[in-house]
């Protein structure tokens, strides 16, 4: 939150949140909400729709996972590119989500 008071002058006060200061503060939700295709979409905004997923997961597990949790059309898109593998960490999802952006 910003306050601003101007000296001298009627005193204005003006507020904002951090949201309006900084889109992106939004946990990503604003980045992925905003994203209208797979090429726009960050690896740490894909990742959010992935919190809480339990390795080792396969790639219709990881779907099914960011489907749960909402996850936009940009996400379930690059999890139908991955391979089919089963992955062993979050780690080896970003690596994946490297290879097909």
């Known amino acids: ?4 008071l101007r ?3 009627k005193q204005e006060k003006v507020v904002r949140t951090m949201a309006e200061e900084r889109p992106s503060v939004r946990g990503g939700q604003a980045s992925v909400a905003q994203t209208a295709s797979v090429e726009e979409l960050s690896a740490s905004a894909f990742q959010k729709y992935l919190a809480g997923m339990d390795y080792p997961a396969n790639k219709q597990d990881l779907i099914n996972h960011a489907r749960k949790n909402n996850a936009p059309n940009a996400v ?3 999890l139908e590119m991955f ?5 062993q960490s979050a ?6 989500f490297g290879r097909v952006k």
């Open 76 to 78: 379930i898109q690059v």
């Open 7 to 9: 000296k001298g002058c």
């Open 1 to 4: 939150m910003r306050v601003s």
């Open 91 to 96: 780690a080896e999802v970003s690596q994946e």
């Open 83 to 87: 391979q089919d593998q089963t992955f």
